[in-house]
């Protein structure tokens, strides 16, 4: 939860429990108050959180879709230059190979820090 919210709630609780000590006869009305303004707050609360929510799902399917493209064209060019799939860890590369592949990472840079993180 927001750490504002919860501070506001809190002092709020307080300035009621004072204000019930210098005015007894007005605490029902404080405490209905406050109740209002908690249910109030925490429905904003829970309906922005609910909006993030469906953003970033959506940002994932996006994402999801990017990287299944990103991922047909890096197998149409690993194709390309080793169609036998006879490559490992310890073959060297063709260089072309390597700059295609380069250009392929930049054209999909921001999707793939998203997927893997910075380091990649």
């Known amino acids: 939860m927001n750490t504002l919210l919860v501070t506001n709630v809190l002092l709020l609780i307080v300035a009621a429990l004072l204000f019930e000590l210098v005015h007894p006869s007005w605490a029902p009305l404080v405490w209905l108050a406050l109740g209002v303004f908690a249910v109030v707050s925490t429905t904003s609360w829970l309906k922005a959180r609910h909006e993030h929510r469906k953003a970033m799902r959506a940002a994932k399917a996006s ?3 990017e990287f299944k493209v990103y991922w047909a064209e ?11 799939h006879k490559w490992n ?10 700059e295609e592949i380069d250009e392929l990472n930049q054209m999909h840079r921001a999707m793939l820090k998203r997927r893997f993180g910075e380091d990649f």
């Open 63 to 65: 994402d999801e879709e």
């Open 89 to 98: 860890e310890a073959t060297s590369t063709p260089r072309e190979y390597q």
């Open 74 to 84: 890096h197998q149409a060019i690993r194709a390309k230059y080793d169609p036998e």
